[in-house]
C-alpha cells in the first residue's frame, strides 16, 4: 500500500539508462585514449625514464586500468565492482590534477626532475602537452564518475527489471504499532 518511487515509466528509464551508458563508456574511451597519450609523450622525452617518470608513467597506467575495469563493469551490466571502481577513479583523478598543475605550473623544474635528454624548448611543449592532457582526464574522470553514479541510480530505480522496486516510501499510517513496542524506551513515543 506504500507509495513507489517507480512513477516514472519504465521506457523512460530505460531510455535514459542507455544514453547515459553510452556516455560513460565514450567518456572512458576517451579517458583511455588521452592516458595512453600521455604515456607515449612522457616516453618520448626519455626512453628510460627517471623515477619521476616511472610514476607519471605508473599513474596514467592505473588511470587506464581504472577506465578499462569501468568499460567492462558498465558492459556487463554488473556492480560488484562499483566501489572499487569509484575509489580508483578518485585517487587517479587527483593525482591527475595534482600532476597538471605541477607540469603547467613549474615546466622547466619538472623536466629537470624527468632528466630528459630532448632540447629544453621541445622538452617544455612536450610536457606542456602532456600536462593539457592531464588536466583533460581530471575533468573526464570526475565525469566519468558522475555517470557511474547515474547508473548505479538508475539499476536501483529499475529494480530487477519486471517493475518490481525495492525503493518504497511509507505513509505515517503504514506503521505498525506492535513494531514499536521492542524498542528501547526513549524511542518509543
Not at 48 to 62: D, Q
Not at 69 to 94: D, E, F, P, Q
Request: glycine share 8%.
Amino acid at each position: 500500500m506504500g507509495m513507489q518511487l517507480n512513477t516514472i515509466p519504465q521506457s523512460t528509464i530505460t531510455r535514459s539508462h542507455h544514453h547515459t551508458h553510452k556516455i560513460f563508456l565514450f567518456c572512458n574511451y576517451i579517458l583511455l585514449g588521452a592516458a595512453s597519450s600521455c604515456v607515449f609523450l612522457t616516453l618520448s622525452l626519455r626512453l628510460l625514464p627517471s623515477i619521476t617518470g616511472f610514476f607519471v608513467i605508473l599513474l596514467h597506467v592505473a588511470t587506464i586500468a581504472g577506465a578499462v575495469s569501468g568499460c567492462v563493469t558498465a558492459s556487463l551490466g554488473t556492480n560488484r565492482w562499483y566501489a572499487a571502481h569509484m575509489v580508483a577513479t578518485v585517487l587517479t583523478a587527483i593525482f591527475q590534477g595534482s600532476v597538471s598543475v605541477l607540469i603547467l605550473t613549474r615546466t622547466g623544474a619538472f623536466l629537470g626532475y624527468l632528466k630528459s635528454y630532448v632540447r629544453e624548448e621541445d622538452g617544455a611543449v612536450i610536457l606542456k602537452m602532456a600536462g593539457g592532457l592531464c588536466a583533460a582526464m581530471f575533468c573526464l574522470e570526475w565525469a566519468v564518475m558522475t555517470l557511474a553514479f547515474f547508473l548505479k541510480y538508475y539499476t536501483y530505480v529499475e529494480g530487477d527489471g519486471n517493475g518490481n522496486c525495492d525503493a518504497k516510501v511509507q505513509r505515517d499510517d503504514d506503521y505498525n504499532d506492535e513494531d514499536l513496542k521492542d524498542w528501547p524506551w526513549p524511542f518509543q513515543v
